[in-house]
């Protein structure tokens, strides 16, 4: 009977645990989420989109609903981050560079055509 206890409390336990964790895992992937604007382009076999300051983030996620807003100004909601890209040259000393990369979950058309940054 004690033992069956035990292993009861310790069960609960666990099962709230894991509810808690749950919990503050999902509060922290929304309360994450990041909006900005600009152009959506395509190029080199990536989805960038160049904000009005010039920064330019490559997206990854949701290709399938990015595809149809290529030229548009848009607004995407996600998660910012940086990754880092090798930028050495061939007999050169090693170098790399910090390139702001975004995770899309969502995107919403604002307005008509746009131009990429430098046209």
């Known amino acids: 009977m004690r033992k ?3 292993v009861t409390v310790a069960l609960l336990i666990t099962a709230v645990w894991l509810q808690v ?3 503050g895992q999902t509060a922290g992937k929304t309360s994450s989420l ?3 604007e600009g152009c959506l ?3 080199d076999s990536h989805y960038r989109l160049t904000d009005s300051n010039g920064t330019s983030y490559q997206l ?3 290709a399938n609903k990015l595809t149809h807003y290529v030229g548009q100004q848009v607004k995407v909601t996600g998660m910012p981050g940086v990754r880092t890209v090798d930028t050495t040259t061939q007999g050169a000393e090693s170098t790399a560079k910090e390139q702001p990369v975004f995770k899309v979950k ?5 307005a008509g ?3 990429p940054a430098g046209q």
């Open 4 to 6: 069956t206890t035990m």
């Open 113 to 115: 055509t746009c131009k």
């Open 60 to 62: 990854s996620n949701e």
């Open 106 to 110: 969502s995107v919403t058309g604002m």
């Open 34 to 36: 990041t909006t900005i």
């Open 21 to 23: 964790q749950a919990a």
């Open 41 to 43: 382009q395509f190029s």
